[in-house]
């Protein structure tokens, strides 16, 4: 079992729609949880970091189950721009630091 | 540039020949990741450099893969006897802290593929 999974997609969503994507973790010591974006063929950029009482960055929010060990990330009235692929990241201590990656779940948002 | 810096960018090498693949952190930065991205895959942990600690090396696929990191910033990876599954694009990232909450910053990647 892969030590975080995301569903791979792709989500084919029209502009302005709602769409929102789980993450799971099997590690129940991870201690710190964020989203990347990738556009293709580029590198990971941060998205936002998800905190334990959930959070907000504008169309974005970021939410985490501990009990259940998951993540989600809501994106509201898509864009076009929001085409990328979103990779979950855990992140533990348990002897070292440990950074776990999902393989990411893609999004195409259509006109 | 204020950025992650990777060279080369694209390497192509024939089955058997070492590469050698260097990465440029943020100045300052204490914390430089190694990952590896197959075509369509996510990214796979390869090792972790933090400050002056012994490196986490549990991610390297094998031994024909070392890394190292001079003065606590250039980092060299370094694949020997390359095989044709070692085809990937290799991303170095760097982080100011480390540890559980610093962001990190990727740098562009090296793609390499094995013939």
């Known amino acids: 079992r892969k030590e975080v999974e995301q569903d791979p997609g792709p989500f084919n969503v029209p502009e302005g729609a709602t769409v929102a994507f789980n993450c799971t973790y099997s590690?129940?010591?991870?201690?710190?949880f964020f989203w990347y974006r990738q556009d293709c063929r580029k590198e990971p950029k941060l998205l936002m970091s998800?905190?334990?009482s959930g959070n907000e960055d504008g169309r974005f929010t970021a939410q985490l189950n501990r009990a259940s060990q998951y993540i989600s990330l809501l994106i509201r009235d898509s864009k076009l721009s929001d085409s990328a692929t979103y990779l979950c990241?855990?992140?533990?201590?348990?002897?070292?630091?440990?950074?776990?990656f999902g393989a990411g779940t893609r999004l195409f948002v259509k006109a | 540039g204020a950025g992650v810096s990777q060279s080369p960018s694209n390497k192509v090498t024939e089955k058997g020949k070492d590469v050698e693949l260097r990465c440029d952190p943020i100045?300052?930065?204490?914390?430089l990741y190694w990952y590896r991205q197959s075509l369509g895959q996510g990214l796979e942990f390869l090792i972790y450099?933090?400050?002056?600690?012994?490196?986490?090396k549990s991610g390297l696929p094998s031994d024909r893969f070392s890394a190292e990191r001079t003065g606590g910033s250039v980092s060299t990876l370094t694949i020997q006897r390359t095989q044709q599954e070692d085809s990937a694009v290799y991303l170095c990232?760097?982080?100011?802290?480390?540890?559980?909450?610093?962001?990190?910053?990727f740098g562009e990647g090296s793609r390499l593929t094995v013939l």
């Open positions: 990232a760097s982080s100011l802290s480390g540890g559980l909450t610093g962001e990190l910053f």
């Open positions: 590690n129940s010591a991870s201690q710190s």
């Open positions: 998800v905190y334990s």
């Open positions: 990241v855990v992140r533990s201590y348990t002897g070292g630091f440990k950074t776990i």
């Open positions: 100045s300052g930065h204490t914390a």
């Open positions: 450099f933090q400050g002056n600690s012994a490196p986490d």
